[in-house]
């Protein structure tokens, strides 16, 4: 007993990190990110000086099983996709030590590079918005606030507009020998020293290396070689302008300041959502719009009262149950000591609970109170092999992993239940009072006289017609058994979805495909509440669904490139990835773009998309041998200033409205490829160059992205359809291919389809388990049962594999190692009125709940029938 209480109390400390999710999650792989910026510089040459000493450099690394690259204009992406139990940090560091033994070979002026973990699915979100501007109310307080509840995992605060200060030149108004370069106009502007300030709390003096209002730049003094200093005016223009947020927050299609918080789990979750409320209350510009799981929460309130139900049922029916006085209280102690046991058990691993064990909870508590064991010595032997058979169909993925948890807890309740029923009546001797009711006996009576009608003499065409109906619904019930379902439980109205995109698709695409979805789901009225964060390479889906889209679900949008997909849904709606490789970037796509019309044409093809940004037109500078000379004198400066020319350029940041503002310096001019060639550069000693002169240019295509994948430069078509032939698409393509360097490296399903199972190897394994040589007919009547359950569970309740999982494991338990207690008719009523109680709560929860509870009820009302009928056969008929 003191052993009994102890572990208890250990249990109580650990049920704090318990999780609540569904038990069902996909798998998420986890990844490792290398950026390396290097500005102004073209995806040619940063595929050459960056991203593959990189690539020589991660060969030497192990732990990884396959890495993507991505040159582009300034910067170069790596991403790692590790192995499965590999240590994160371990790899991080070897990347590090082996990047600062190399770093000599990557360009000087090429920037640190920045390693990280790749993006995961944080599925506990909340949603804040600001409603009103506020002078009077401080963001920063509100975030101080949040950070300092318990459970947040991050913060992050997305801004509805940008604003900046755009320092504009116009360069023909500087091309006269008076005139500075903007190459010194910028250096001016950035080293500036606009005076000084005093620190009041340290009492030093320092320098300010912003205005003190963006005025200040109008009045800003350039160098001039006249002598005197010119005013910026006199050059350029200086606005506060608003720009769009690219990487920020819509709500119903509108940007919006917005701070998404993600907490550490379920129980977080609801902790978090407790705490805000008071100090929403302070910041009234700021509501809760969004909680990820708050139809959890809503669930597990729910499932908390059908839980305390059971107990006021079985006490309220344990005359009629002929459970004795202090049985009841002996019980009680047992069934929630060994719960909470399970609990912190579940709590160590991690393993979250959901609507599956919530449901089986009930059903554990309801049946656990009356059961009455078998020897469990007489089965051990056939029960091992049984057993054996099903872990390993569990090994070959014939049946779910989550169905050898189930049958694990039910083992591990029986056990604990019996072992502390005998524990604790010697110490628990606590009465409770028995009510006596005849109603319940009447129902009782009643419900046995309308099942018992079989018992009766039948003619021999009501036989027959009882035959053929049987032997019709185990036939209909053998052919379901052998079709695939999946274990998802529906989501409810408040989901998540995400807008995934291949790697090597462009920035400006996914905006484009992202605010293209976006517009269809708000055309299209299916929820009350959607919010899109945008991302480099993803979207974010947030809403809440109204009647129209829980009954048409988020199907057929425009995705193009983009794979969308609800979190936690089991249809996978997405297409193959072609990827061609063998060649340079310009090779590939010179030979990949004519297969595309041939591709369309292929029987069962619905769409054809490019994953990769075709090459755009630019310009060459090629100069004659005898001025070579000459313009490799001001090579370096000439860049310069056509770099200043082309791209605008941060200079500084300064605070306006208490936030920092940036500061943007821009040349204002023409970039069209026919004006541009003629156009002069301006030189830092005065001197105009007309490089066209000594020069020309000379049209090319510079590839936007080169795509590498593991070492291989490749590029990706993305293929929708049904009923395609892959087979025969790819020996055809390669055979168009044969003649060329191109070659279809692998085909690719865009995203991998959810686990499906057949559950006949279930019903296998059900009749393994239960098969008796005495008793024969009765295995084949258990199997029976159990295929006409699952014929009314597809027929009625959808095809919810998983809650007839979990309750004809638990069932098949509790029919071989108890005493035959299902079959007594009487137990099916209090479960009637749980059944009642289940069927008056809404949401998915409480359409689960009824859904388990009501199957348990027809099983043991159809058992009931089936072997009067069964008794039927073995007496004498009248014809």
């Not at 030093?204 to 003190?212: C, G, L, T």
């Amino acid at each position: 007993m003191a052993v009994a209480i102890f572990i208890v109390l250990v249990s109580v400390f650990c049920i704090d990190k318990l999780t609540f999710a569904d038990e069902i999650s996909p798998e998420i792989s986890k990844t490792i990110q290398i950026t390396v910026n290097w500005p102004n510089k073209t995806a040619i040459q940063v595929e050459e000086k960056i991203t593959k000493p990189w690539e020589q450099i991660l060969k030497s690394i192990s732990g990884y099983k396959s890495i993507e690259s991505i040159s582009e204009v300034g910067s170069s992406l790596i991403r790692l996709e590790l192995r499965e139990g590999i240590e994160i940090q371990n790899v991080i560091q070897s990347i590090r030590n082996e990047y600062l033994l190399q770093r000599h070979r990557f360009p000087e002026d090429s920037l640190f590079p920045r390693i990280k973990l790749g993006r995961l699915e944080n599925q506990y979100i909340l949603i804040l918005q600001n409603i009103r501007n506020d002078p009077t109310k401080n963001r920063k307080g509100l975030e101080q606030k949040i950070r300092n509840i318990s459970g947040l995992e991050s913060l992050v605060h997305y801004s509805h507009k940008e604003r900046e200060i755009l320092v504009q030149i116009y360069s023909d108004w500087i091309q006269t020998q008076e005139f500075p370069s903007l190459s010194q106009i910028f250096t001016t502007i950035r080293n500036f020293q606009w005076g000084f300030q005093l620190d009041e709390s340290l009492g030093i003096w320092f320098q300010k290396d912003y205005p003190p209002n963006k005025e200040s730049f109008s009045k800003l003094g350039l160098p001039s070689r006249l002598g005197e200093g010119i005013k910026f005016s006199s050059l350029g223009k200086v606005a506060f302008e608003e720009r769009a947020v690219r990487h920020g927050t819509r709500i119903n299609g509108a940007s919006s300041e917005t701070m998404i918080l993600n907490a550490e789990s379920a129980t977080s979750l609801y902790h978090l959502t407790n705490k805000l409320k008071p100090i929403l209350a302070e910041y009234n510009d700021w509501i809760l719009l969004y909680s990820s799981h708050q139809e959890l929460v809503n669930e597990f309130i729910r499932f908390i009262i059908i839980f305390i139900s059971v107990d006021l049922v079985l006490i309220i029916f344990s005359s009629y149950l002929n459970l004795e006085r202090f049985h009841l209280a002996v019980y009680f102690f047992s069934y929630y000591t060994s719960l909470l046991l399970f609990l912190s058990v579940c709590s160590i691993f991690t393993y979250p609970m959901g609507k599956m064990y919530f449901f089986l909870f009930i059903v554990w508590k309801y049946f656990f109170a009356f059961f009455s064991s078998k020897r469990i010595s007489f089965w051990n032997k056939k029960v091992s092999y049984s057993l054996f058979i099903f872990f390993l169909f569990v090994y070959l993925d014939w049946i779910p992993k989550v169905f050898g948890l189930i049958l694990l807890a039910n083992f591990y309740f029986y056990i604990s239940i019996s072992f502390l029923n005998g524990l604790f009546g010697h110490f628990v001797r606590i009465p409770f009072p028995q009510f006596k009711f005849r109603l319940f006996d009447t129902s009782f009576y009643f419900l046995r006289k309308v099942l018992d009608q079989s018992k009766q003499s039948k003619s021999l065409f009501k036989v027959l017609g009882i035959f053929v109906f049987f032997a019709m619904g185990i036939l209909f019930s053998f052919f379901s058994s052998i079709s695939l379902y999946s274990l998802t439980i529906p989501n409810g109205s408040i989901q998540m979805a995400r807008l995934e995109f291949p790697t090597s698709i462009p920035e400006q695409e996914t905006l484009r495909i992202t605010k293209q979805v976006e517009d269809v789901i708000l055309e299209r009225n299916l929820t009350d509440l959607l919010v899109v964060k945008q991302s480099a390479t993803n979207a974010d889906f947030y809403f809440r669904l109204n009647e129209l889209g829980v009954s048409n679900g988020m199907r057929n949008l425009p995705s193009e490139s983009g794979y969308f997909h609800v979190l936690g849904e089991s249809i996978v709606n997405s297409g193959h990835i072609l990827r061609f490789s063998n060649a340079e970037t310009s090779i590939l796509e010179r030979n990949i773009l004519p297969l595309v019309p041939w591709i369309r044409n292929f029987p069962g093809v619905t769409e054809v998309i490019l994953c990769f940004q075709p090459s755009v037109e630019g310009l060459e500078l090629q100069s004659k041998a005898k001025f070579g000379s000459f313009l490799n004198f001001g090579k370096e400066e000439l860049v310069r200033e056509r770099s200043l020319n082309l791209q605008s350029a941060i200079v500084g940041r300064m605070l306006i409205d208490k936030k920092l503002t940036d500061i943007r310096f821009l040349v204002k001019q023409n970039k069209e490829v026919e004006n541009y060639s003629g156009k002069g550069v301006k030189l830092s000693n005065g001197i105009t160059l007309f490089d066209k002169s000594i020069s020309h240019y000379k049209e090319i295509k510079t590839p936007g992205r080169i795509y590498h994948k593991n070492g291989d430069t490749s590029l990706e078509l993305l293929v929708k359809g049904e009923n395609i032939h892959w087979n025969e698409l790819e020996s055809k393509i390669n055979k168009l291919l044969s003649e060329g360097p191109v070659r279809l490296s692998e085909i690719s399903p865009q995203k991998k389809s959810e686990m499906k199972y057949r559950p006949i190897f279930l019903f296998i394994w059900i009749f393994i388990y239960s098969f008796r040589k005495k008793s024969k007919l009765h295995s084949w009547m258990i199997l029976i049962l159990f295929l006409f359950l699952f014929r009314i569970q597809i027929s009625i309740f959808g095809d919810g594999y998983l809650l007839f999982g979990a309750t004809s494991i638990t069932l098949v338990i509790f029919e071989i190692w108890s005493r035959d207690y299902i079959n007594y008719l009487k137990h099916c009523i209090p479960l009637i009125f749980l059944v009642l109680i289940a069927y008056l709560f809404p949401g998915e929860g409480g359409k689960f709940l009824f859904e388990g509870l009501l199957l348990v009820s027809l099983f043991i009302l159809m058992k009931f029938k089936l072997f009067s009928i069964l008794d039927l056969f073995k007496t004498k008929t009248t014809f």
